[in-house]
């Protein structure tokens, strides 16, 4: 019963750091309708650039990180103004190359920079900080990733949900080319998306290099992460990923405790079971032509 228990709260306290990875790519996607190869390496890379700034400044890295997603909102946004507004169009397959042609340069630019070698980002007392409830010990830590987690896909939520803004974000979402004729821009729509989704990619990456460590070629792992959570949970709400994060994550904890040489194994698994059983995912509406 113990077992059970600690693999339940693992399950959820990891779940959150996933659906974080997910939201961002999900975001992209259901506004734009293309996917973002260089996802991952935006995670990896706003956790390198924590790294740095913790370097030059002696204050705790949790103070800033909130300038690191300021400055993650700002490439997301350039990026997208900038680069991926011009390759746009009703096949997604230029914004794919131009994406993965991203996720190649940052990653052999983290290379040159940082090294290949692991690092992790050091919280001091908090990363071992922990708790006991229920019988169970639970770190300050991992349980401050998930209520963070949840409140952003809260906010997030209320944004989409009660703001001018967010009401612009799922017209666009659902027919790009009519809210044209509403004044609405639908190229801004697109850069406050990527912008968002940067500075959730930067979040999570550096809240992972918290938990574990990272390497410049971790993004690739990060991405397919992302990939999992938005198949399983589904497109069509935020809430979605949220609990595609968590069903990914109990089935990797769980995978982890009875098989830990395969762990990430069983995760894979069930991408291939939802896929062939139920491609809409948990939460997903069901698209009929």
Known sequence: MSAAIEILMNGLFLGGLYALFGLGLSLIFG????????????????????????????????????????????????????????????????????????????????????GANSRSIDLGEIKTANITLAGQTIGWLPLGIFLLSLGLF???????????????????????????????????????????????????????????????????????????VIVIGGLGSIWASYLGGIALALVHVAGFYFDPASGLLYGHLMLLIFLLIRPQGLAGKVVTR
């Open 154 to 228: 809260g906010g997030l939520h209320l944004v989409l949900r009660k703001t001018r803004l967010g009401r612009a974000v799922r017209a666009t979402s659902d027919d790009a080319e009519t809210v044209a004729l509403f004044a609405i821009r639908r190229r801004r729509i697109f850069a406050i998306a990527m912008a968002v989704s940067a500075a959730c990619a930067a979040l999570a990456g550096m809240l992972l290099a918290s938990r574990s460590s990272i390497t410049p070629f971790s993004g690739a792992e990060r991405l397919l992460i992302a990939f999992e």
């Open 31 to 114: 506004v734009m309708r293309i996917a973002n190869i260089a996802h991952g390496e935006l995670a990896i890379a706003g956790a390198l650039v924590l790294f740095t700034l913790s370097a030059a400044w002696p204050v705790s890295p949790l103070l800033l990180m909130p300038l690191v997603c300021a400055g993650a909102f700002a490439f997301g946004w350039l990026l997208q103004a900038q680069l991926l507004n011009r390759v746009l169009s009703p096949d997604p397959m230029p914004a794919l190359l131009v994406t993965f042609g991203l996720s190649v340069v940052m990653q052999n630019a983290m290379v040159g920079l940082y």
